[in-house]
């Protein structure tokens, strides 16, 4: 299993551009979730999916757009980029959360510089 | 609007020595996370709490919940430098998936 992968690793943009970034998993779980993190502040939840075709907000959903037509993959969409948004974009999975089989698991990250 | 303090914030120990990592958070729950995360990588998930005297055990670390205080606790004992990185609490919103976390505790354990 290659569990959660996210792509890309890096990017720049400048401000106004829009760009997706990319989640998948192969574990066929169920919840899905993009957090974003900044210094001193934690994380934060940007949206989240409990299956395909349902998804909802999280804390800070302004400036994003998801979807979720598969199991596997959840992308995040920023419409039009804003130096606001540079961060570190997490996307995170699991069984459904409260199942007793639940664990999170992370992906790698993607740093994210709006210029 | 569910709020979630960690304490303290950074935390220097000597190894050998015991520690505790406070969660506190504003509204009900039962359902509270700790996760692990070394400098420049991904969150690791330690454990996963569903009930209120819930208590979980992985090597040195323990976690526990009190829904009634609205706390959980995550206690080192006899640190070693492996234990070195920042952990985070997170809570549930009641019957939702959201969860909120914690700002973090940075713990380095030295010498």
């Known amino acids: 299993n290659a569990g959660v992968t996210q792509t890309p690793k890096f990017q720049v943009l400048k401000t106004g551009q829009s760009m997706t970034l990319q989640c998948a998993q192969d574990?066929?779980?169920?919840?899905m979730s993009w957090y974003r993190q900044d210094p001193g502040m934690g994380l934060r939840l940007i949206h989240y999916?409990?299956?395909?075709?349902?998804?909802d907000q999280g804390e800070v959903p302004n400036g994003y757009n998801v979807s979720r037509s598969t199991t596997e993959d959840f992308p995040l969409r920023l419409l039009s980029a804003a130096p606001s948004q540079t961060s570190v974009y997490f996307c995170?999975?699991?069984?459904?959360?409260?199942?007793?089989?639940?664990?999170?698991?992370f992906g790698p990250g993607t740093r994210l510089l709006v210029l | 609007e569910l709020k979630v303090e960690q304490n303290p914030l950074f935390l220097s120990m000597q190894e050998g020595k015991n520690y505790t990592i406070y969660c506190n958070y504003s509204?009900?729950?039962?359902?509270l996370y700790w996760y692990r995360q070394d400098p420049g990588k991904s969150l690791e998930s330690l454990f996963v709490?569903?009930?209120?005297?819930a208590v979980k055990q992985e090597g040195r670390l323990m976690a526990s919940l009190d829904t009634k205080a609205r706390l959980s606790t995550l206690h080192i004992t006899a640190a070693v430098h492996d234990l070195s990185a920042t952990y985070f609490c997170?809570?549930?919103?009641?019957?939702?998936?959201?969860?909120?976390f914690g700002t973090g505790t940075r713990l380095q354990v030295f010498p």
């Open positions: 997170a809570v549930a919103y009641p019957n939702t998936d959201k969860l909120i």
């Open positions: 509204t009900t729950s039962d359902r």
């Open positions: 709490l569903l009930s209120n005297g």
């Open positions: 995170a999975s699991s069984y459904v959360l409260g199942s007793a089989q639940e664990t999170q698991y």
């Open positions: 574990m066929n779980h169920e919840y």
């Open positions: 999916s409990v299956g395909a075709g349902i998804t």
